[in-house]
């Protein structure tokens, strides 16, 4: 059993949000809305997967990644993640840049190329139709800029609370992916009328400047929110919880001293 390299954690994050952003916002963008022409009745058909098919197209893009790679990276796929399990002193500080940039650049590339596929339809404007996040006149429903930050504050929180519940010791092992998917599903159900969903700096990042139309303007929200929401819960998961396991990460790593214990062999002995 070997322990992941750096550059095999980033990897894995890399992959991780470029598929959470192109299956998740790609979902957005070519299936939310399509209509197919009724023959019969000369009217068009919606047949498009609407809002809960884009809340299920993200939580299946975290639950696929983190069984493909969670072993490897931890499965974070999000800065405000990576940042809230390293408060609650889950993960290494020394390690949240290097995975930060990474979802960032993994999530451009996400965009990128649905930004390159849309663009393969005659006619499209990617002007304001990327699935950008967005407040005020940029919301969905017309969401103050206030109304945004707690949402996106109070989702973001709740979301580290479940990453932080579902991955404990004394959690049914296995199906953390499917309770974290399951909670961004949800998530996305609350929030996609408030603020088409971010709850993630890099999912922002991803296609805020090839949709425009103010949203590279307002994508400082979309940092500040979500990071401030996933810092309250990181710092506070063990006093809610009583479940303290701040000397614990996530990061994917394999302590060899751990598994020769969990083997019955004694470290000192082994060495």
Do not use: K
Request: charged share 10%.
């Amino acid at each position: 059993m070997t322990t992941p390299t750096m550059v095999q954690r980033l990897g894995a994050e890399l992959l991780g949000t470029f598929w959470l952003v192109f299956g998740g916002c790609g979902s957005a963008v070519f299936a939310a809305m399509y209509l197919a022409p009724n023959i019969t009745s000369g009217q068009s058909v919606q047949l498009g997967i609407g809002f809960v098919g884009v809340a299920l197209a993200f939580g299946l893009t975290v639950m696929t990644m983190a069984y493909a790679v969670g072993h490897v990276s931890g499965a974070h796929f999000n800065p405000a993640v990576t940042i809230g399990v390293a408060i609650a002193r889950r993960f290494e500080w020394r390690d949240v840049p290097a995975y930060v940039v990474t979802q960032v650049v993994g999530g451009l590339l996400g965009g990128l190329a649905v930004w390159g596929i849309a663009r393969g339809r005659d006619g499209f404007d990617a002007t304001g139709n990327l699935a950008a996040n967005g407040y005020g006149e940029h919301s969905p429903g017309g969401y103050s800029l206030l109304a945004v930050f707690i949402a996106e504050a109070l989702l973001t929180a709740v979301f580290v609370y479940v990453i932080l519940g579902a991955t404990d010791s004394r959690a049914p092992q296995g199906f953390a992916p499917i309770a974290i998917g399951l909670a961004l599903t949800l998530i996305h159900l609350v929030s996609i009328p408030i603020s088409n969903t971010s709850v993630n700096p890099a999912r922002s990042t991803a296609v805020a400047f090839f949709n425009g139309n103010g949203a590279p303007g307002q994508l400082w929200l979309f940092w500040v929110a979500p990071i401030f929401g996933a810092a309250i819960a990181g710092a506070t998961f063990h006093l809610i919880t009583g479940v303290d396991r701040r000397d614990r990460d996530i990061a994917g790593e394999i302590d060899l001293e751990d598994v020769r214990v969990a083997d019955g062999v004694d470290p000192d002995a082994a060495r």
